[in-house]
């Protein structure tokens, strides 16, 4: 897609039967989990977004195996550990690639220089620096722990860390340098997706999991060798998430999204939906490969405002861009608390989504930690539309607001909509099947 704006408008109903890309957290932890094993590691469904494409480019740059045999389908041949990249890796806008590769990499005496696209020059890599500092590894970098950043790493110590923040690249460049290091413990406050620790299993490593009272507990034992094994991605709810609410908010629309990961630390937004009183069904629940899929159909609905409670927010931290969509076509007020994260991600998306929603005529309060949705149907009009939405290169500001357009009054345009492809490459061509009005401006 190359188009400079995308344009989306009113039209007719969706209507269809849709497949969600891979799940971009679990392709990453493939290629990753494929390149630390010995032996061979064949994917199917991998997402084949920017992303994951640099994270392929990546593991292929200290050492393995990696080659694309089809839509989806790669074979990583590891080589049972990282050897030194002869050049900068750049992730380009993945703070999961970047995280957790630097996890992977601390394990191993070798220096590796990791760069990215202005917006993960701009992100907070102290959070992953500082247990990987722990273990022994060092750096250089720029001011505030940002990129470009040079790491050296190689006999770490163990540890046992507290995540500060709700954070699974944290957990997961933890448990990764632990694995070729002494083991490492990792305690988590709030339970984040485990999509590292059921994985690392799938390779045949040994890790422990248990609840206490001060949080969940990881306990990754040295001595670790990992096995490569056959994955299958399963759909990512987080994009899924567009087309299930475009059909909540379109009136006449019944979407279906088949093999949707239902992975109970990713579906805060279909609970949060089911609360505001949307049309969901999900049939055809079924295991694939250690993870549990379902498709997911929704359909047009009268949608009202809910506290999200703030304790639900890692398990649907991508997906509040989204559920703000979906609230301002609400009736009464939808509280979203507890979100302070989503101030560091591709962009501040609370300022993003107060701005665009704002601009296309809803209600909306930002609070340091907070967005409050004030529903249009209460005020008894429809959300305006009419805006062109400024994105800062964030694939789901721009995907959100284009979903919106397809329900207001007036086209909504945002810019720089290339940047989709990071997460959801087929994402237009994907919403048109359906029957939406999304054009070049
Ligand atoms: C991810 C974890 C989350 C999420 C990101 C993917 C992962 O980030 O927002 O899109 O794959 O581990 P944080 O770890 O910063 O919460």
Request: net charge negative; hydrophobic share 45%.
């Amino acid at each position: 897609m190359s188009a400079a704006q995308l344009t989306a408008r009113r039209g007719g109903p969706l209507r269809g039967v849709v497949r969600a890309p891979g799940d971009k957290s679990i392709s990453h932890r493939a290629l990753i989990l494929g390149a630390l094993a010995s032996g061979v590691t064949e994917i199917e469904g991998l997402l084949e977004g920017d992303d994951v494409r640099r994270t392929a480019a990546a593991m292929a740059a200290f050492g393995a195996g990696v080659e694309r045999l089809g839509e989806g389908r790669w074979r990583v041949e590891g080589r049972g550990g990282f050897s030194e990249p002869a050049d900068v890796i750049d992730c380009g806008n993945a703070g999961t690639g970047v995280r957790l590769i630097m996890g992977a990499a601390a394990g191993f005496p070798i220096a590796a220089t990791f760069t990215g696209d202005g917006s993960l020059r701009g992100r907070p890599m102290n959070r992953v620096l500082k247990p990987l500092g722990q273990m022994g590894a060092t750096w250089i970098c720029r001011d505030g722990g940002r990129l470009p950043l040079t790491l050296r790493g190689g006999n770490l110590k163990p540890i046992a860390y507290t995540l500060p923040e709700p954070s699974a690249q944290v957990k997961s460049a933890v448990l990764l340098a632990g694995l070729n290091g002494q083991g490492c413990e990792v305690i988590e406050p709030e339970a984040t997706r485990d999509h590292t620790e059921r994985m690392l299993r799938g390779f045949g490593a040994e890790i422990e999991v248990r609840d206490a009272e001060d949080g969940r507990h990881i306990v990754l034992p040295a001595g670790q060798a990992l096995k490569g094994t056959r994955i299958h991605v399963p759909g990512d709810p987080s994009s899924a998430a567009f087309p299930l609410v475009a059909a909540l908010i379109v009136p006449g629309s019944e979407v279906t999204v088949q093999g949707m990961l239902l992975n109970p630390s990713r579906i805060g937004l279909l609970d949060t939906l089911g609360e505001m009183g949307a049309d969901l069904s999900v049939t055809n629940v079924r295991d694939e490969g250690g993870e549990t899929v379902a498709d997911v159909t929704a359909r047009h609905s009268a949608l009202e405002g809910v506290d999200v409670p703030p304790e639900r927010a890692p398990s649907m931290i991508d997906e509040y861009p989204i559920l703000a969509v979906a609230a301002a076509f609400a009736s009464g007020r939808t509280a979203m608390r507890g979100i302070g994260e989503m101030r560091v991600k591709e962009s501040d998306r609370i300022a993003l989504m107060a701005a665009g929603l704002a601009a296309c005529g809803a209600g909306v309060e930002e609070e340091p930690d907070a967005l409050t949705v004030v529903g249009a149907v209460r005020a008894n009009h429809g959300v305006g539309g009419g805006a062109l939405v400024t994105t800062h290169g964030d694939h789901r500001i721009a995907m959100s607001h284009l979903v919106l357009g397809l329900a207001a009054e007036a086209p909504v345009r945002v810019d720089e909509p290339g940047m989709i492809a990071t997460s959801f490459p087929g994402f237009v061509d994907l919403m048109r099947g359906l029957g939406a009005d999304i054009g070049e401006a």
